[in-house]
């Protein structure tokens, strides 16, 4: 079966995403018995479903900070990664983010260095 990841809320402050992603989840189940185009997409395609990929920052936006942005990880006096420039496709161009730690725009240390890209890389080379 041809194979489809749907991810949200790389960053954190995206907070309408994951609602997105679980309403999708939701017409797939809700629809599934009566409606047929629906039947032979969730029979037709193997699909997966990840409406937070980073929980972390997430929590931080509704406890701290409405517009953070990266993860959570500490680097010294700065903190978090901004997770879509953690992947190792790109992470080397000149446009890929920054160096710095106190950016919004952090890349990270290296390439695929976080836990979240890491899972969401494992998920789907696994798939």
Do not use: M
């Amino acid at each position: 079966e041809p194979r489809a990841l749907i991810v949200a809320a790389h960053h954190s402050r995206e907070i309408g995403t994951p609602v997105a992603v679980l309403h999708a989840i939701d017409q797939l189940l809700g629809g599934y018995a009566a409606d047929a185009r629906i039947r032979a997409l969730v029979d037709g395609y193997e699909l997966w479903f990840v409406p937070v990929v980073n929980p972390d920052g997430y929590h931080h936006v509704f406890t701290v900070d409405s517009f953070w942005r990266k993860n959570r990880r500490p680097f010294g006096r700065y903190t978090g990664v901004d997770l879509n420039r953690n992947y190792p496709l790109g992470w080397g161009s000149s446009c890929s983010g920054s160096t710095s730690p106190s950016s919004d725009t952090y890349k990270g240390p290296s390439a695929g260095s976080e836990a979240e890209t890491q899972s969401l890389t494992g998920l789907s080379r696994a798939r």
